[in-house]
């Protein structure tokens, strides 16, 4: 117990100093977001701090919230990774409500860019929330840089990692550009031409054949020397220097299921260390994003125990993290939500007269009873619903009540009713089954780390100020628009809809003809009746559905 003990004390410790230093460096904190200013984080973080990083490592526990750490805390017995590196909060609003959908919150924080519900790297075309900037028409839409891309440009190795489909909202903040978060085939086709030299996570069925434009990725992955690994022990075993890790053909399993239901998945930990391990041998340096994603599922269902253990899952990969920048001495690491979820209260109406009272345990034994998250535990149940009562059991609900068993065979939502019972047994309280606009914390260690209370914005720029690049910058010798700059010099354009599904940009000037496809990284000219010249580029082409935009190095080619 006394060892015990002096975790406990060393962690109240740093939280305290961490929390009071807030005020005093929220003071430094640039672009803060705080209704005042332009709420897009043009400014570093913090300017003292204003130093470069070699490496980057940006993890996001999707949907989490400062309860969750909480309860995660007491629910370890002892303190987390992450509780030594708090520095400061960060605010998470979008262009258009207090609170954020993740497609806007991974936007600001891969691009430094406020935006909208559903728009993934792009900017909106609404703001109506106070202190955002607004944005000029012409610019609705607009594609936006991001800061793997630029890390890419400086030479570095790149990685994206979720536990999630890779095409999720998150990862594909950090690697494309959308203006619809649900379409996974155009994420998947420009993840693969970015040519990021690490994706790890679930996500495989948007790479196969069964796409809309009959592509089939997978074909791409393997022209481009990937390293194709789909279980845990063929990641282990790669020696390559680019990894393409599909572990799912959708999501990753919770990671209180997976060694009961995918052993053979690899866990957010190994996928970290990993990763770390393979982009580290670049002598440039790399940039690596890592999502913990289903904490955010488990929130939106309620679910206690999925959000305690997959938390829990995504401290071990800070762990990772930070054993490796602590030794490296170059590495920025930056641990964040991106919003609440759920309104997860440690306390609920149960304690409205005995809170003061109720020891840890009443909140936390009920919690330990369930091996599986409500996900596990409902597949397996049977369809006649026969072992109903361990499938129960086996969510943490043994030895039932004849009330709670009248629950669940009377239950018309099953998940629900499993996790409102558990809920209860555990004193834990939820407001809602959505996203919640509270500030979070903010964690970060090593060169040109953030400290006090930033806009969600700030860190893309900090980020990229510690990799030596601006992102406004960027953005502009990213996305140009192909058809205005063409047109200046004398071309006709049009865009080939001719297979709905793969829509081409095609400029021509008497006999020269250039064509350049949606979400790939090529141009080719043909000069009349020639084979023509293809050309790939570290960019990719993005089609907004009435633009197209490619970079000045491709309209440089072509010229």
């Known amino acids: 117990m006394p060892g015990l003990q002096k975790k406990w004390l060393s962690a109240a410790l740093v939280g305290t100093l961490a929390l009071s230093s807030l005020s005093i460096a929220a003071v430094n904190a640039q672009g803060n977001g705080n209704g005042n200013g332009n709420g897009n984080g043009k400014g570093n973080a913090n300017d003292k701090n204003a130093e470069s990083a070699k490496n980057v490592i940006m993890l996001v526990m999707d949907g989490s919230s400062d309860n969750v750490s909480s309860i995660a805390r007491w629910y370890k017995g002892e303190s987390l990774a992450i509780d030594k590196i708090l520095t400061g909060g960060v605010r998470t609003y979008s262009a258009e409500s207090a609170i954020t959908d993740s497609a806007p919150a991974g936007t600001a924080l891969a691009t430094g860019n406020k935006s909208n519900s559903g728009y993934v790297g792009v900017l909106p075309s609404l703001v109506n929330t106070p202190g955002v900037d607004q944005v000029a028409e012409e610019d609705a839409f607009k594609p936006v840089a991001n800061v793997l891309e630029g890390a890419k440009q400086t030479g570095r190795a790149t990685g994206v990692i979720s536990t999630s489909e890779i095409q999720h909202a998150t990862p594909a903040a950090f690697s494309s550009h959308v203006t619809k978060r649900s379409n996974y085939d155009d994420i998947a086709e420009q993840q693969v031409y970015q040519n990021i030299d690490v994706i790890l996570g679930g996500g495989s069925d948007p790479l196969n054949e069964t796409r809309k434009d009959g592509d089939n990725l997978l074909n791409v992955i393997e022209e481009k020397d990937y390293d194709y690994v789909t279980t845990r022990d063929e990641l282990l075993a790669s020696d390559s220097d680019k990894i393409w890790g599909s572990f799912a053909p959708t999501a990753l399993a919770y990671d209180l299921d997976r060694e009961k239901t995918k052993p053979e998945e690899p866990t957010l930990a190994a996928m970290t260390e990993k990763a770390i391990d393979t982009l580290s041998q670049d002598k440039d340096g790399f940039f690596l994003a890592v999502e913990g994603s289903k904490i955010d599922w488990a929130a939106h269902a309620n679910d206690p125990i999925g959000m305690v253990t997959d938390f829990l ?3 071990d ?24 979820n759920g309104g997860i209260t440690l306390g609920n109406v149960n304690t409205d007269s005995t809170y003061d009272t109720t020891p840890v345990s009443a909140y936390i034994d009920p919690l330990k009873e369930a091996t599986m998250t409500v996900e596990g535990a409902l597949s397996l149940l049977k369809e006649d619903k026969s072992n109903l009562e361990e499938v129960a059991a086996s969510y943490g609900l043994k030895n039932l009540t004849a009330e709670e ?3 669940l065979e009377t239950s018309e939502d099953l998940g629900t009713t499993l996790v409102q019972l558990l809920s209860n047994r555990a004193n834990i309280g939820f407001t809602t089954g959505g996203h919640t ?5 903010l964690y970060s260690y090593g060169p040109a780390h953030p400290t006090g209370l930033v806009d969600n914005t700030d860190l893309a720029h900090t980020m990229a100020s510690a990799m030596g690049f601006n992102l406004d910058d960027l953005s502009n010798e990213f ?31 008497n006999n020269r003809t250039i064509t350049i496809p949606e979400n790939r990284n090529t141009v080719t000219i043909q000069n009349g009746n020639s084979a023509g010249n293809t050309r790939e580029f570290d960019t990719v082409t993005v089609y907004n559905d009435n633009k197209f935009f490619i970079s000045d190095e491709m309209l440089k080619f072509a010229k």
Request: proline share 2%.
């Open 313 to 315: 899952a995504f401290d």
């Open 317 to 340: 990969a800070v762990a990772e993290a930070l054993e490796f920048a602590e030794q490296d001495g170059e590495t920025l690491v930056i641990a964040v939500t991106d919003h609440g």
């Open 405 to 407: 068993s009248q629950a």
């Open 437 to 441: 606009g509270d500030d979070v914390f």
């Open 479 to 509: 996305f140009v628009d192909a058809q205005a700059e063409f047109e200046k010099l004398g071309y006709t354009t049009t865009i080939d809809k001719t297979d709905e599904n793969n829509p081409v940009f095609v400029a021509t000037n």
